[in-house]
C-alpha cells in the first residue's frame, strides 16, 4: 500500500500549480484524504483535507487560492493551488486514512517539492 505524489515545481508569484496523490495496493477503503506541507524549519502543517463524501476543509491561510478534490474511483486526491505566494513553498505531503489488511491508519506520501519564486 502506498500513496504516490506528483506535480510540484517552480512556479512565478500568482502562478498555480496542481498536485495529485493516488493510492494503489490492496486497499479496503479510503476515509479522509488531505495536503500538508512543512516549510523549513518549519513544523508540518495541515493545508487542506477532504471527506470521503467530498467535504472539504482548508487552513486559514489558502482559503480562497486552494482547492481539494478527489476522485473515489481512482482512490486519488487533488490540490489546484492558485495565485500561489512565496510564502507557499515547501514540501507538499499526501495524507489517507485507509483500511488495508493490516487494519486502518493514517498513510503518507514521499512528499513533492513546491517552490514560489521569481
Known amino acids: 500500500v502506498q500513496l504516490q505524489a506528483s506535480g510540484g515545481g517552480l512556479v512565478q508569484p500568482g502562478g498555480s500549480l496542481r498536485l495529485s496523490c493516488a493510492a494503489s495496493?490492496?486497499?479496503?477503503?479510503?476515509?479522509?484524504m488531505g495536503w500538508y506541507r512543512q516549510a523549513p524549519g518549519k513544523q508540518r502543517e495541515l493545508v487542506a483535507a477532504i471527506t470521503r463524501d467530498g467535504s472539504p476543509n482548508y487552513a486559514d491561510s489558502v482559503k480562497g487560492r486552494f482547492t481539494i478534490s478527489r476522485d473515489n474511483a481512482k482512490n486519488t486526491v487533488y490540490l489546484q493551488m492558485n495565485s500561489l505566494k512565496p510564502e507557499d513553498t515547501a514540501v507538499y505531503y499526501c495524507n489517507a486514512q485507509m483500511t488495508t489488511d493490516w487494519g486502518t491508519r493514517g498513510y503518507w506520501g514521499q512528499g513533492t517539492q513546491v517552490t514560489v519564486s521569481s
Open positions: 495496493g490492496s486497499i479496503f477503503g479510503i476515509n479522509v
